[in-house]
């Protein structure tokens, strides 16, 4: 299955500011994830990212608030866009595993973001 | 709600009991059904996947479904400190969209 390398791994940023993750991964990949992993909550799909195309955007998720480029087929960035304490969270890129049988996700090692 | 439910824990076990993660889910469209193994600080893993109800092992770890009662667990065997970790169960109709529960931790203590 594909590796992602994802960073900053983690970071504390000023409320208002902007923080932006990047994902890379190894392999040519067609569809990209980004998750949100909040503490004691499940993970929540916040976009997904083809290349060539808008991201598409997950209930309660806007374009605004949260940016996603997605230049080629093995990088994404996800922005964090004027930052409040409550964006405190994991954020996490992910892929599919490529099994032809089902669909399941590689993920990176995650951002872990606090504002302060 | 919410569409799959999960014992959060903590769940603290000597080192080699048999450990019994569980799940419940709401949706019986449901029909994949996924373990994932997440270490502190790390993203998640995928552990293993089971279609439709049944069992499936794979090692130490047994992956069980029961989609009457819609039920999911996996189970550990000869647990070991190096099983200490948050378990996530999750399940998906086929698609992408994937729902996760939100884990349960796991301390297996030497």
């Known amino acids: 299955s594909a590796v992602i390398s994802q960073k900053p791994s983690r970071d504390i940023c000023q409320r208002g500011t902007s923080l932006t993750i990047q994902c890379q991964v190894d392999s040519q990949v067609t569809m990209m994830f980004w998750y949100r992993q909040q503490p004691g909550q499940s993970l929540t799909l916040i976009a997904t990212a083809n290349q060539g195309s808008e991201a598409t955007y997950e209930s309660g998720f806007v374009i605004d608030k949260f940016p996603i480029s997605r230049p080629n087929l093995t990088f994404s960035t996800l922005t964090v866009s004027n930052m409040s304490p409550e964006d405190s969270s994991i954020y996490l890129c992910s892929v599919d595993t490529g099994d032809n049988l089902f669909y399941g996700y590689t993920f990176g090692s995650g951002t872990r973001l606090t504002v302060v | 709600q919410k569409e799959v439910e999960q014992d959060p824990g903590p769940l603290s076990v000597p080192e080699g009991a048999i450990v019994s993660l569980n799940c419940t889910y709401s949706n019986s469209a449901f029909q994949y059904f996924m373990w994932y193994r997440q270490y502190s600080r790390k993203g998640p893993e995928l552990l293993m996947y089971?279609?439709?109800?049944g069992n499936k092992e794979d090692g130490r770890f047994t992956a069980q479904v029961d989609k009457s009662s819609k039920y999911i667990s996996l189970f550990i065997r000869d647990s070991q400190p190096s099983d200490s970790a948050t378990y996530l169960c999750?399940?998906?109709?086929?698609?992408?969209?994937?729902?996760f529960g939100a884990g349960t931790r796991l301390f297996v203590k030497a």
């Open positions: 089971t279609y439709s109800s």
């Open positions: 999750a399940t998906n109709s086929g698609g992408f969209k994937t729902i």
